[in-house]
Nanobody, 126 residues
Framework: QVQLVESGGGLVQAGGSLRLSCAAS????????MGWFRQAPGKEREFVAA????????YYADSVKGRFTISRDNAKNTVYLQLTSLKPEDTAVYYC???????????????????WGQGTQVTVSS
């Protein structure tokens, strides 16, 4: 089992920045692909970004490309999501997710991930 705990959410004005963190514990001895998803009120959970164990492969949703940056520190078992140039439409609960690597499943779908954090709220005011 892998436990994920997110932190770093908050209230920020449009154009501002935040850095989210996701700390993994438990069975972190195996390779994990990590992802960030978000869910706004009344909407489905959607893919934001993902990163493979060696950081060699990184993926972003078109809506955040150029504004958000995913990274990881394997020594700390932590993945980060740097959010910049925030917009009100970025308001959502942001979830960290993990899955064993390699796994022949789509990177951007929620069903591909085995482990989830509890989420952290990001609110962007206009």
């Amino acid at each position: 089992q892998v436990q994920l705990v997110e932190s770093g959410g908050g209230l920020v004005q449009a154009g501002g920045s935040l850095r989210l963190s996701c700390a993994a514990s438990g069975r972190t001895d195996r390779s994990l692909s990590m992802g960030w998803f978000r869910q706004a009120p009344g909407k489905e959970r959607e893919f934001v970004a993902a990163i493979k164990p060696n950081s060699g492969s990184i993926y972003y949703a078109d809506s955040v490309k150029g504004r958000f940056t995913i990274s990881r520190d394997n020594a700390k078992n932590t993945v980060y999501l740097q959010l910049t140039s925030l917009k009100p439409e970025d308001t959502a609960v942001y979830y960290c997710a993990a899955r064993p690597y390699p796994m022949p499943l789509p990177t951007t779908t929620t069903s591909s991930y085995s482990y989830w954090g509890q989420g952290t709220q990001v609110t962007v005011s206009s």
